[in-house]
């Protein structure tokens, strides 16, 4: 059942279906990642509904996954490629995932990827130097806070 979630979440986004994709986690669920840095409960449903609704482009593609532990946790290498709403700039951001699941649902999600790398694509080249120091990291998460905060709060429980 978890690989069946793996797989529906990221066919969830891949057809910019926020709701779908927000199924595929447990009601108090965690993500972390670089741009977001940690999300906890209905955030992260939200997280989804929001990129999905914004992102008109966005095209996902699972490269490869796998469930371990007897379905308690999994892994995947997936990615996404979209337009930056803020600048308008191409981004292709490659993942690494890990998963901790609960009653089939995720639990859990880590993303890493090279924020330097996503920076230089989706703000320029300024944002590449500034990858070097801790400033990108917390102005990239300020922001994507600062969007999902409002869109929380434009469309409460959505």
């Known amino acids: 059942m978890s690989e069946a979630t793996l797989q529906a979440l990221y066919a969830a986004l891949d057809r910019h279906d926020g709701e779908a994709a927000a199924a595929c986690y447990t009601d108090d669920a965690v993500f972390e990642d670089p741009a977001f840095g940690r999300l906890t409960g209905g955030a992260v449903k939200d997280m989804w509904r929001m990129l999905a609704e914004r992102s008109p482009d966005l095209s996902v593609t699972?490269?490869?996954?796998?469930?371990?532990?007897?379905?308690?946790?999994?892994?995947?290498?997936?990615?996404?490629?979209?337009?930056?709403?803020?600048?308008?700039?191409?981004v292709q951001n490659e993942i690494d995932a890990r998963y901790s699941?609960?009653?089939?649902l995720i639990s859990e999600q880590v993303d890493t990827f090279p924020l330097r790398r996503w920076g230089a694509q989706a703000l320029g080249a300024k944002a590449a130097v500034l990858g070097l120091t801790p400033l990108l990291s917390r102005g990239v998460q300020k922001q994507a806070r600062s969007n999902l905060d409002a869109y929380s709060r434009a469309d409460p429980g959505a």
């Not at 699941?101 to 089939?104: D, E, K, L, T």
């Open 62 to 90: 699972l490269h490869d996954h796998g469930v371990e532990d007897d379905g308690r946790t999994g892994w995947a290498h997936w990615s996404a490629t979209y337009t930056f709403t803020d600048t308008g700039r191409k």
């Open 101 to 104: 699941f609960s009653g089939g």
